[in-house]
Structure formats: C-alpha cells, structure tokens
Antibody, heavy 127, light 107 residues
Framework: QVQLVQSGADVKNPGASVKVSCKAF????????LHWVRQAPGQGLEWLGW????????KTAQKFQGRVTMTSDTSISTAYMELSRLTSDDTAVYFC????????????????????WGQGTTVTVSS | DIQMTQSPSSLSASVGDRVTITCRAS??????LAWYQQKPGKVPKLLIY???TLQSGVPSRFSGSGSGTDFTLTISSLQPEDVATYYC?????????FGGGTKVEIK
C-alpha cells in the first residue's frame, strides 16, 4: 500500500551529522512534495522543510537554514534529510510526510495537508 | 511568520461529551488548515483538511469549521479511542507551522 518507510534509529555525538532516509512505496514519488517534521521528547510537532523530489527544489524553515540538507533520488524513490552540527536539542523523532493534492468544490487544485507519514526515526544526540 | 495558537492545551471530558478545540492563526490563512490526531507513541494521523473536509476513513464524529484566523475541531461524542493529542497546522505557505497541541483525556 502507499507508505513511507524511514531508516532506523541513530545515536550521534554532539557536533556530528545525521542522515535520515525515507523511501516511498506505491505512488509516484516525484509527483508529491515530501516534508520533514520532528518531535522532541514530550513536545509538539516542528516543521523542518520540504523537497520536490522530481525537481530537487527545497524550502527550509529559517531556524534550520544552513544545518539541514534535503535531497532525493527518484531512481529509488527515496528522500534524505541531513542535519549537521548536532546538539542535545536535536534529540527527537524525525518524520517524513507526503503532502497531498486536492480539489475544492470549484475544481481548483491545491497542495494540502500531510496524508502519509513515515514511521519516524529516533535520533539521539549524546556524548 | 504566522503563528498558530491552540486552546486549551489540555482537557478532560467524559465519554459521550462534545469536545471543542480551537486554533487561531496570527494572520488570515483562508481555509488552508489541517487537523491531526496523534496517539501516544504513534505517528500523526490526518483528520481534516481545508478546515472542514474529513479525510477518508475518519469517523463522522469529528468535524472542523472556520476560515481566516479562527478554526475549530469538534468531537461530537467523545470515545475512549479518541484519547490523543490534537494539532492544527497551516499549509497555505511556508513555514507550515503546527499549533502547540491539545491533549484530550477521559474523565
């Protein structure tokens, strides 16, 4: 079925980088924006940015500019998010999510909410 | 950037109660508003998009309303399986900001 499958949990030292993968199944990977969201322990959801897998165009939240790199490989339907210069504040579960496309009652098309989510990747930053 | 503010941050209600959660945007976002449900230890699940459109498979006791800056998620008859944290999200433009969440418990 349509799903996103992420890479496994990772533990990193402060100052290191982490790269999380997100593989898409059963839909045309290049046709949908792919977003990254994180959730620190006991906290809410925080949006990191998006990538258009077909074009490679990205948009990163200002807070993460210069630290987040999003890439994609359409040949294997996989997106990647790399976060550099890790600190303990980056300890979180990282999700990828597909942005849906929908039509309103007037048949106008819009990019919408996140209808498919990966299972999450726990990244722990600790020395 | 547009801020999304949810209230209350938590609530406790009895099974069968009508529950209302509000979300306010600091600027108008038309109807580009989604609601998600996240159960403990689970992945967020899309409930509503375009402020009031129910995602396929979501029980009809969930409904959404609002436009511009003020939005509401309503559970018409709270069920035990609705225990979760609920988040609103704007998606009209980047950043696609989430509200702080509302934790719903059973009294």
């Amino acid at each position: 079925q349509v799903q996103l499958v992420q890479s496994g949990a990772d533990v990193k030292n402060p100052g290191a980088s982490v790269k999380v993968s997100c593989k898409a199944f059963e839909y045309t990977f290049s046709n949908s924006y792919l977003h990254w969201v994180r959730q620190a322990p006991g906290q809410g959801l925080e949006w990191l940015g998006w990538i258009g897998p077909g074009s490679g165009v990205t948009k990163t939240a200002q807070k993460f500019q210069g630290r987040v790199t999003m890439t994609s490989d359409t040949s294997i339907s996989t997106a990647y998010m790399e976060l550099s210069r890790l600190t303990s504040d980056d300890t979180a579960v990282y999700f990828c999510a597909r942005q849906m496309y929908y039509y309103d009652n007037d048949n106008r098309g819009f990019y919408g909410a996140f209808d498919i989510w990966g299972q999450g990747t726990t990244v722990t930053v600790s020395s | 950037d547009i801020q999304m503010t949810q209230s209350p941050s938590s609530l406790s209600a009895s099974v069968g109660d009508r529950v209302t959660i509000t979300c306010r945007a600091s600027q108008g976002i038309s109807n580009f508003l989604a609601w998600y449900q996240q159960k403990p230890g689970k992945v967020p699940k899309l409930l509503i998009y375009a402020a009031s459109t129910l995602q396929s498979g979501v029980p009809s006791r969930f409904s959404g309303s609002g436009s511009g800056t003020d939005f509401t998620l309503t559970i018409s008859s709270l069920q035990p399986e609705d225990v979760a944290t609920y988040y609103c999200q704007k998606y009209n433009s980047a950043p696609l900001t989430f509200g702080g969440g509302t934790k719903v418990e059973i009294k």
